[in-house]
Structures are given as structure tokens and as C-alpha cells.
């Protein structure tokens, strides 16, 4: 019973609102001043997938911008080991497009569209849409001229507790970054750092694998997305170069207490996977075969199981089907944000798991897949894969009209 209500008091943190400081509700004060939005639930809406924004939205709301430039100077080059990118000197790590009343955003996310055809072997043409990002109304000057920009939705936070407890052993097993086994699939661990043991360790969360744990990532979206300071990350959100920060009362020193850390650490731990739906239906199972004939399942892994963890015995031991390897793969230059972090090149992200991804229109009322969203179907990500994926993605290209509904009826069915 008391996990049940660590879990509620978890997920309203999550959902509720932040306010600006000073505030009556001092639990939940000191939002921003710079933010992409002043609650998680805004951007993983329903614990479900953010989406780019349509031609009438005024802000991003659930996708962001990450900014960096490249490594140059020695020191440079020094603190890019540490801290994985090189923040843009003016507006940080990440582009924030919310600002308390009667101050100034740094900017505002602009997307627009082109169409590029393809073509299936049975002559049935679909267009994929490839994004074109600018930012607009810069609000703090001139952005660094090597800006390096990467558009990210809000990944669904469902099955995170049991993604964060696979054994680092099976990670390293499934890595292959020479390729020996010569099957074209070369995934690879990010190391990143880790703020509370203060060394390097594996990568698991975010597109780029960029965080090593579910309680660095959730401080860092604090951070970053809501303008607020914890133990992990007591710096404020500003540069030096913006003194907002500094001109404004904020909410306490940490603003996210240890103790409010832990409650959403448990409640995005705990967040369970939906079940499969139709799974004996025949569409599914030939859909199943193809995915696997196909060759997907070299980067999406079927079958996997959780390390033993005393502590969160709904996490220990499991049996697990996430479709992921969570290593990072080269998917090429059409997907390339050609922004490296870490270990990740510019054509590199982290296979995403496909678990529940056939209730995003339930949940979240759209169908918009990938880093950024361009994808507007399952078929549309699928061929936009490239890279390492090449292969597979000709192979889907060969399948007939029913192949291909068998295809899609199976990812639907997870």
C-alpha cells in the first residue's frame, strides 16, 4: 500500500503544475524563468508520445530543441568528454520558448515540410516529409554560426523502470561496434556521465542515450524543460549571458527536493507497459514473421530479461519484450541531426523501444513517429530508416500490399 501512494505522489508531481516563485504552494514554486513548459505531463501528454507542432500551434509545447556547437578549442574538446556536447554560448543546451509574464522567450521553434517520394517495388508511391528547422524572434541576440540543432519529441514513458534494469552485461553482449558477425548492424554503448557516482557509465534514456538513469533524466528535465534546480543540477538554466536568471526570485536552493526526486523516480519506474492486442489474429502473425524475415528484430530485440533488483521487485527478474537493443545505431543521412553527444555521431541514435506503440492514436490522438515526429504513419518510419537499417528498409520495400498491412497490423498490435 505505501508504494501504491509513493507512485500517486509521483505521478501528481509529474502532472501538476509549477508555479513562479514566490508562491503559497512553495513545494512547487520557482518555474523558469526560461522553460519549455511548467509541467512533465504537458510534454509526455497522458505518459504518452509528444508530437512537432501543427501550422496553428504557438509554441512547440511537447518537443524541443537541443543546441550545441562543435568541440574546437582544447578546452573545448576537454569538457566534451565530461558533459557530452558543448551548450551554444548564448541559449545553453536547449532551446527554451516560454518565459514568465512580461519576460522575453529566447526564441520560437519554426518547422516546414517537403515532400520526397518513394516508390514500392509494386509501383505504389507514398511521400515521406522531411523537416526543415529555424528559430525565429531570438530574444537574447545572434545564435553561435556552428549552432547545431536536433528537434526531439517527448518519448512515451511507459516500461522505463524495466529498460533501466537491464544488466548492463546484456547491453555490452549485444553491442557489435566492429561489426565482427558481419550482418551490417554495428550498435554501441554510449558511456555518459553520471552526476551522483561522478564517473562515466552506460547511456539509456533520451534519443542519443544521453542519460545513464532514469533519476539523472528526470533532474535534467526538470532542468532543462521546466527551469528548475535540484541536488543533481543546482545550476539554474540560464548563461552567463542572460541575467534573467539572476534579476528573478526563484523557488529555494533546490527548487526539486531529494525527496520529490525519488517520488517521480518511482513513478516513472513503475509505469506499466499495455498489454498486446490481436496477437492471434493471421494478419498479426504474418506481420510478426515479416518483421523478423525483414531483419528488424537485429536492432529491436523481442526477448530480454531484467536483473535481479531487491528493491523494486516488479522491476526484478522479468521477462521482457521491448523491441530495443538500446544501443546506438548509425541510421544515415536522412535522419542525421548531425549533432553529436558523446559517444553519438551525428547519423547515431538509440533503437526506440516498440512497446505500446500501436496505442498512440488512442492515447495521444495522432500518429507522429521519430525523433521529431516527421513521420506521420508507421510505414513513413519505417522507411525512413537507413544506415544500418538499409537492408531491412529494401526488404519492406519488396513486401506486396498485404505484406506490408501485415507489417503494420503487428507493430499495431504491441
Not at 516500461?159 to 550482418?183: C, F, H, V
Request: hydrophobic share 35%; net charge negative; glycine share 8%.
Amino acid at each position: 500500500m505505501s508504494k501504491r501512494l509513493d507512485f500517486s505522489v509521483g505521478n501528481s508531481f509529474f502532472r501538476n503544475p509549477w508555479v513562479q516563485a514566490p508562491a503559497s504552494t512553495d513545494a512547487r514554486d520557482g518555474l523558469g524563468p526560461l522553460f519549455n513548459t511548467n509541467g512533465c505531463q504537458n510534454c509526455h501528454i497522458k505518459d504518452g508520445r509528444g508530437h512537432p507542432p501543427e501550422a496553428d500551434d504557438l509554441h512547440a509545447v511537447s518537443m524541443l530543441v537541443r543546441l550545441s556547437i562543435p568541440a574546437m578549442t582544447p578546452e573545448q574538446k576537454k569538457a566534451y568528454i565530461k558533459d557530452g556536447v558543448i551548450p551554444e554560448p548564448t541559449y545553453g543546451g536547449q532551446l527554451q520558448d516560454f518565459a514568465l509574464q512580461d519576460q522575453v522567450a529566447e526564441g520560437k521553434i519554426e518547422i516546414t515540410y517537403h515532400e520526397i517520394p518513394v516508390t514500392f517495388a509494386d509501383g505504389t508511391q507514398v511521400s515521406l516529409r522531411k523537416p526543415n528547422l529555424s528559430i525565429t524572434q531570438l530574444g537574447y541576440g545572434e545564435m553561435h554560426p556552428q549552432t547545431q540543432m536536433s528537434a526531439r519529441v517527448a518519448p512515451p514513458m511507459i516500461g522505463l523502470g524495466l529498460l533501466e534494469s537491464i544488466p548492463d552485461q546484456t547491453l555490452k553482449a549485444w553491442a557489435d561496434e566492429q561489426d565482427k558477425n558481419g550482418d551490417g548492424i554495428s550498435g554501441k554503448i554510449n558511456l555518459v556521465w553520471d552526476v551522483r557516482s561522478n564517473d562515466f557509465a552506460i547511456g539509456r534514456f533520451g534519443w542519443k542515450a544521453g542519460q545513464p538513469n532514469l533519476m539523472q533524466q528526470n533532474a535534467a528535465a526538470f532542468n532543462g524543460d521546466v527551469g528548475l534546480t535540484s541536488n543533481l543540477f543546482p545550476n539554474e538554466n540560464c548563461t552567463s549571458k542572460q541575467t534573467i536568471c539572476r534579476d528573478l526570485p526563484n523557488g529555494g536552493s533546490p527548487e526539486v527536493s531529494d525527496n520529490i526526486l525519488n517520488f517521480v523516480e518511482f513513478y516513472s519506474q513503475h509505469l506499466a507497459v499495455p498489454v498486446r492486442r490481436n496477437v492471434d489474429l493471421p494478419e498479426v502473425k504474418l506481420g510478426q514473421q515479416l518483421f523478423a524475415k525483414a531483419g528488424c528484430e537485429s536492432c529491436h530485440k523481442t526477448n530480454v530479461k531484467t536483473a535481479v533488483r531487491e528493491d523494486l521487485p516488479a522491476l526484478s527478474n522479468q521477462t521482457i519484450h521491448p523491441y530495443t537493443d538500446m544501443l546506438l545505431h548509425d541510421m544515415g543521412p536522412g535522419l542525421a541531426d548531425n549533432r553529436p553527444e558523446y559517444l553519438a555521431n551525428g547519423q547515431e541514435w538509440r533503437t526506440q523501444p516498440l512497446w505500446g506503440i500501436g496505442y498512440t492514436e488512442e492515447v495521444n490522438g495522432h500518429t507522429y513517429f521519430l525523433h521529431d515526429g516527421r513521420a506521420r504513419n508507421l510505414m513513413e518510419a519505417v522507411l525512413w530508416h537507413g544506415g544500418e537499417a538499409e537492408m531491412a528498409k529494401q526488404k519492406v520495400l519488396k513486401f506486396n500490399q498485404k505484406e506490408r498491412d501485415a507489417l503494420i497490423a503487428f507493430l499495431n498490435s504491441l
